[in-house]
């Protein structure tokens, strides 16, 4: 590492250290720090610029909760409240809760690492910039968040131990929101139609399950959807990418000329709408599947105070460490206003 680099690194690292208040024991060699828990501002505003950097993930919920483990957060009213009670009868008024969530499961926050490196020869060519400090921190809050949204719509399992090269989609990370679908709400899945076990055709032959895509989800809200939400005007469609044309998508909003600005359009909004729904489609999102549920309903929860971080300069491999984790965890909070449509093939049975 040059030295100027060097001298520009120790300062993000002193300013990393005062802002999240920390004793000068921790920062004894200069451009490193022990591991140390974020503080809660600083926590939050971590959250925050994730949220902002990704179109999808200001969409759902990124909620903060205090136990590691527990019942739902819950994010909107799920019964009607009008009602009458005869207390003149001696019966007696008695409120309920409100809430959407379901009590079919609880979440429970696991602890996730999101480390990386800075090599030297990169902190060198990113010296001369004057936004240096925003660079380092930017780099890889984009990539955090892809992260969380592969998870999402990906992970299967928890693993022990992960491993990156056999599992590209983090399918071993953590449970996703599909996940939970199939697991706790198998009734609200259509993983095959009556044609054969294995997929759901959709085409204009005889030989196929559905004539179109309009008609597979219509059927779908009008039988997995609980009749509660079928109206509902924030439901979506969010399609894989090998069932929509490209010709019908478009960019939700022009973006700007910064790498960070594009990226976070990820979400593409078709012209289209399916069953009547606007239809969209979202990064990493299975190809051959559709969720229709309100973007509302899918929450990524992390635990407040879980968060840890430690600086670690690294010259035998020529780089600076960067080691963080913090527990988080993902839920569908309403299974009722969900459905889930895997296996999807467009064409006919042969």
């Not at 959807?225 to 469609?237: G, M």
Request: glycine share 6%.
């Amino acid at each position: 590492m040059q030295m100027n680099t060097r001298l520009l690194f120790n300062a993000y690292v002193g300013q990393l250290a005062q802002l999240n208040g920390l004793d000068a024991s921790l920062t004894v060699i200069p451009g490193e720090l022990k591991q140390f828990a974020v503080a809660p501002v600083i926590e939050q505003r971590l959250q925050e610029k994730l949220r902002s950097t990704s179109d999808f993930m200001s969409r759902v919920n990124v909620v903060p909760v205090a136990a590691q483990q527990g019942a739902r957060v819950g994010v909107g009213v799920g019964r009607s409240l009008a009602g009458r009670t005869d207390t003149a009868a001696g019966n007696r008024r008695n409120p309920g809760d409100p809430t959407a969530s379901d009590a079919i499961d609880q979440y429970f926050c696991k602890k996730t690492d999101y480390d990386y490196s800075w090599g030297y020869t990169l902190l060198d060519a990113w010296a001369h910039r004057p936004e240096f400090q925003q660079l380092v921190r930017d780099a890889v809050i984009l990539q955090k968040a892809e992260d969380i949204i592969t998870i999402g719509f990906n992970g299967t399992s928890a693993a022990v131990q992960t491993d990156r090269n056999a599992n590209p989609l983090l399918t071993d990370v953590n449970f996703g929101w599909l996940y939970k679908m199939r697991t706790y709400a198998p009734a609200r899945v259509m993983s095959h139609g009556t044609k054969d076990n294995l997929k759901v055709y959709v085409s204009d032959t005889g030989t196929a399950d559905y004539v179109n895509l309009d008609a597979l989800v219509f059927d779908a809200i009008g039988n997995l959807i609980h009749e509660r939400y079928r109206t509902a005007t924030d439901l979506v469609v969010i399609v894989g990418s090998d069932l929509v044309q490209e010709k019908y998508f478009k960019i939700v909003s022009a973006a700007g000329d910064k790498a960070t600005e594009q990226v976070a359009r990820d979400v593409i909004l078709s012209s289209r709408q399916l069953g009547g729904k606007p239809t969209m489609q979202v990064p990493f999102f299975p190809a051959n599947a559709i969720l229709i549920t309100s973007l509302k309903n899918l929450s990524y929860y992390w635990q407040t105070g879980s968060a840890r971080r430690a600086v670690q300069d690294e010259p035998q491999f020529d780089r600076v460490a960067n080691y963080e984790s913090i527990n988080d965890a993902f839920m569908v909070e309403d299974y009722g206003k969900a459905a889930l449509i895997e296996n999807i093939q467009l064409g006919p049975k042969a």
